[in-house]
C-alpha cells in the first residue's frame, strides 16, 4: 500500500469537493430564496397596487350607484311635494268654487224665496178682498140664499192660506240642490 493511502486522500478529496459543493450550492440556494423573496415582494406590492386600484375603483362604482339612488329619492321627494302642492292648490280652487255656487245658490233661493213671498202676499191680499167681499154680502144678508156664512168663509181663507204656504214650502224644497 502506498503512503499516504490513496483511498484516506480520495475520501479527503472527495470530502473537500463536497464540502465546497455545498458552500457553492447553499449560496446559490441562499440567492435563489433571496431572488425568490425579492420576487414575491414585488409580486405582492403589484398585487397589492392591483387589489388596491380595483377596490378603490369598485369604491368609486359603489360612491357612484349610491350617488344615483340619493339623486333619485331627492327627485321623488321634489316630485311628491310638486304633487302635494298642486293637490293643495286644487283643493283650495274647489273650495272656492264650491263657496261661489253656494253663494249663487243662496242668492237663487233667496230671489225664488221673495217671489214666492210675492205671490204669496198677492194671493193674501186677492183672499181677503174676497173674504172682504164675502163678509160684505154676509153683513147685507146676502149670503143667507146662499147657504155661506162667516165662518164657511173664514174657514176658506185659512185653507187657502195654508195651501200657500205648502206651496212655498214644496217649490223651496224642489228648488234646493
Known amino acids: 500500500m502506498p503512503v499516504p493511502d490513496p483511498s484516506t486522500l480520495t475520501t479527503e478529496a472527495l470530502e473537500r469537493e463536497i464540502f465546497h459543493l455545498r458552500e ?25 397596487a392591483a387589489v ?9 362604482l359603489m360612491n ?20 302635494g302642492q298642486a293637490s293643495k292648490e286644487a283643493v283650495t280652487a274647489a273650495m272656492t268654487a264650491a263657496r261661489e255656487a253656494t ?11 221673495e217671489s214666492i213671498m210675492g205671490a204669496m202676499n198677492q ?28 165662518a164657511w168663509a173664514g174657514g176658506i181663507a185659512l185653507i187657502s192660506v195654508l195651501v ?6 214644496i217649490s223651496a224644497n224642489l228648488a234646493t240642490p
Request: charged letters at 35%.
Open 24 to 48: 457553492l450550492l447553499v449560496s446559490r440556494i441562499d440567492t435563489v430564496v433571496k431572488d425568490l423573496d425579492a420576487l414575491r415582494e414585488h409580486h405582492e406590492e403589484k398585487h397589492v
Open 52 to 60: 388596491n386600484a380595483a377596490v378603490n375603483h369598485f369604491k368609486e
Open 64 to 83: 357612484e350607484r349610491l350617488n344615483g339612488v340619493q339623486r333619485q329619492f331627492q327627485e321623488r321627494d321634489t316630485r311628491t311635494e310638486q304633487a
Open 103 to 113: 253663494q249663487k245658490s243662496e242668492a237663487t233661493m233667496t230671489k225664488q224665496i
Open 123 to 150: 194671493s193674501n191680499a186677492a183672499l181677503e178682498d174676497k173674504v172682504r167681499a164675502i163678509e160684505k154680502r154676509v153683513d147685507r144678508d146676502e149670503g143667507k140664499g146662499a147657504g155661506l156664512s162667516a
Open 164 to 169: 200657500a204656504i205648502a206651496a212655498i214650502v
